[in-house]
């Protein structure tokens, strides 16, 4: 798999709704589209690291790393916060699209944030775990049926 840094011409403000990342996923070059707006801290992160005026990247140079040394760092800060599970940029994809899964976000918008060519592919983010079930039956009500 080939790892492409972000672009600038990635990324897209909306007038009405906000920031975008727009690109290709790496591993299938599947057209991709990431809310920003949703997280009230991406821009100022992002500003924070952003590369100079002049520049085709998103993010400053001095900031890139390989897949492989963001894996082991991952690994350090899961060891120093005292998280057993084995961190990865794959384990976050997953609990990315669990997140969203969780707050009501629906298959076809999941397939197309992730870049899956087909949305059968995203069927696996869609397990049903204790706290799917808890969230999922949370606006049932009993009562009102007189059970």
Same mark, same amino acid.
């Given at each position: 798999?080939?790892?492409?840094?972000?672009?600038?011409?990635?990324?897209?403000?909306?007038?009405?709704?906000?920031?975008?990342?727009?690109?290709?996923?790496?591993?299938?070059?599947?057209?991709?589209?990431?809310?920003?707006?949703?997280?009230?801290?991406?821009?100022?992160?992002?500003?924070?690291?952003? &590369?100079? #005026?002049?520049?085709?990247?998103?993010?400053?140079?001095?900031?890139?790393? !390989? *897949?492989?040394?963001?894996? /082991? +760092?991952?690994?350090?800060?899961?060891?120093?916060?005292?998280?057993?599970?084995?961190?990865?940029?794959?384990?976050?994809?997953?609990?990315?699209?669990?997140?969203?899964?969780?707050?009501?976000?629906?298959?076809?918008?999941?397939?197309?944030?992730?870049?899956? &060519?087909? #949305?059968?592919?995203?069927?696996?983010?869609?397990?049903?775990?204790?706290? !799917? *079930?808890?969230?999922?039956? /949370? +606006?049932?009500?009993?009562?009102?049926?007189?059970?």
């Amino acid at each position: 798999m080939i790892w492409r840094p972000l672009k600038k011409d990635h990324l897209m403000m909306d007038e009405e709704y906000g920031a975008f990342i727009l690109g290709e996923r790496d591993k299938n070059g599947h057209d991709t589209i990431i809310p920003l707006f949703k997280f009230p801290n991406a821009e100022a992160i992002m500003m924070k690291y952003i &590369a100079p #005026e002049n520049d085709v990247f998103a993010f400053n140079r001095k900031h890139f790393i !390989e *897949i492989q040394a963001y894996n /082991r +760092n991952l690994k350090k800060i899961a060891t120093k916060a005292g998280i057993k599970k084995a961190l990865s940029n794959k384990v976050a994809r997953h609990t990315n699209a669990q997140l969203w899964i969780r707050f009501g976000a629906e298959r076809p918008i999941i397939s197309k944030m992730m870049g899956h &060519a087909k #949305e059968e592919t995203t069927r696996h983010y869609f397990s049903v775990n204790i706290p !799917e *079930i808890v969230q999922g039956t /949370r +606006n049932v009500d009993f009562k009102a049926l007189g059970i």
